[in-house]
């Protein structure tokens, strides 16, 4: 009995951890119709899956809702899986997402995927009768349902349920769902005052002096939950009301444009604050608080330190499981910032492409995110050094398809031009499964501080000759491990 007690509490703390909800203002009245049209359904038709949408421009507080209809609902299914920024994780990579979505419902028992089509050929056959429910969070493409949606939808049993939310209603409308709840800002204006007091003034009303401001600020909010949570958390301990009217005077600027609101709140952080948001916005999402605070530390000399700061600010969350989030409108508030002003952390290869073509900008790039057949620009193909380069990802694409659409060296585009440049200030490498059998010296400095190959064919790693090296997670195959020497 005891077992089987610590084991029911156990998988509720599991299905919970990705789900957990700070200031929950507001939320029951928002979540409780959702929850009860959903549960409707269920009891009127159990020999079919159900499907429903959340529609919600970003900041509008889906997720927030959907955490919670899922926190509420987990335990009525055999299985459950909420799969977190799905728009986000897909860009990284679908087989990551496949992956996760497998070992969420089907736990340990879950197979190993290598490639996008043995994804769904997997999460067709394992998931087979299953009775689960899956949330989807931020989706936002036909290629996202055609590798995740469709697939689980084929073959999760009858009385399943899949939760998608997303800012387009054509992507939520083309799998036709039971019904789609469209999210928006506050219709209360106690809910609003009450989420903006709480992070301003960690009480529930104003000191008297600043009652008027705010209640202006508030106004100029428009209910979105995630701009009263920034805000409100930008001007946290400030008392001075001309502050207060000043930063007023820029919302009422740029209400309409929802980054420009955002953006205030970066004003007042220092230099190096600025360019930790601006590497976890590009490259640590998703990371774990330890390696993010490796990559850090090795950049800046900080690493904790800054993470606070910006949590504090409501710029980034850590989750109850130590994983970096950051909402995608800050995301792509940074992500804004680094395309038209700074020029020196490409995310993605549209990105890459347009930097690496400028002579200037390469000399100062900080961080580079490519995929393993990326194709260079002939303007940086006689490169030898990226003197300035700190966190360099490169995202494996799936080998059978490179080799039939570009032959063998396809796969070994980027390798080939790494191996001419030389990185000296690189503090991170991840190259998952990568399919070579040693690493380019020139992205192995002393400098390295975390050292990312997991599932590679990887043999020969110089551990040696890595001094500072602080994180460097072993194959899941085993085919490699951390050594003092070559292995």
């Known amino acids: 009995m005891v077992n089987k007690v610590v084991e029911m509490f156990t998988k ?47 900041g509008a507080g889906k997720t927030t809702i959907t955490k919670s209809i899922y926190n509420g609902m987990h335990m009525h299914f055999e299985k459950s899986c909420f799969c977190l920024n799905t728009r986000a994780n897909f860009e990284k990579g679908v087989i990551d997402v496949q992956n996760k979505i497998l070992r969420g419902v089907l736990g340990n028992e879950g197979t190993e995927i290598n490639d996008e089509e043995t994804g769904k050929t997997f999460l067709e056959s394992k998931l087979k009768g299953i009775n689960a429910l899956i949330v989807l969070d931020d989706v936002d493409s036909g290629e996202q349902l055609d590798a995740l949606y469709h697939p689980i939808c084929s073959s999760l049993g009858q009385k399943s349920v899949i939760i998608m939310s997303s800012r387009d209603r054509r992507v939520l409308e083309s799998v036709q769902p039971n019904d789609i709840f469209e999210i928006k800002g506050f219709n209360n204006r106690e809910h609003s005052e009450r989420l903006f007091s709480w992070h301003a003034f960690l009480k529930p009303e104003p000191p008297a002096h600043l009652l008027q401001v705010s209640s202006r600020i508030i106004d100029a909010c428009q209910g979105l939950p995630l701009s009263l949570k920034v805000m409100g958390a930008y001007l946290y301990g400030h008392n001075d009301e001309s502050y207060w009217n000043e930063s007023l005077l820029l919302l009422q600027q740029n209400k309409t444009d929802i980054f420009k609101t955002l953006r205030i709140s970066l004003k007042d952080l220092e230099a190096k604050e600025m360019e930790v948001f601006l590497d976890i916005c590009c490259f640590l999402i998703g990371e774990k608080e330890g390696t993010a605070c490796s990559v850090l530390e090795g950049c800046y000399g900080l690493g904790r330190t800054y993470l606070e700061v910006l949590k504090n600010r409501c710029l980034i969350t850590i989750s109850d499981i130590g994983i970096i989030e950051v909402h995608d409108q800050i995301r792509d508030m940074g992500r804004r910032i680094v395309r038209e002003e700074k020029r020196d952390r490409p995310w993605d290869e549209e990105t890459a ?15 580079l995110s490519i995929s393993s057949d990326f194709s260079f620009p002939k303007e940086a193909t006689k490169c030898r050094s990226l003197p300035h380069l700190k966190i360099l990802v490169v995202k494996q694409v799936d080998d059978r398809e490179l080799i039939r659409d570009e032959g063998i060296w396809g796969m070994f585009r980027t390798k080939k031009f790494l191996e001419k440049v030389r ?17 380019p010296l020139g992205i192995c400095p002393k400098s390295l501080r975390v050292l990312d190959l997991v599932g590679s064919e990887i043999k020969r790693v110089p551990i040696g000759s890595l001094p500072n090296l602080q994180m460097f997670p072993q194959s899941r195959g085993g085919v490699w491990q951390a050594t003092g020497h070559y292995k």
Do not use: H, Y
């Open 423 to 439: 990185c000296k200030e690189l503090r991170c490498l991840k190259w998952r499964r990568a399919p070579f059998g040693d690493v």
């Open 353 to 367: 492409e347009n930097i690496l073509k400028d002579e200037k900008a390469r000399s100062t790039l900080r961080g």
């Open 12 to 58: 509720g703390d599991e299905k919970t951890n990705q789900a957990v909800i700070e200031f929950p203002v507001g939320l029951e009245q928002r979540v409780d119709g959702i929850k009860s049209r959903i549960l409707t359904d269920m009891q009127r038709s159990d020999t079919s899956l159900q499907c429903f949408g959340i529609l919600g421009m970003g």
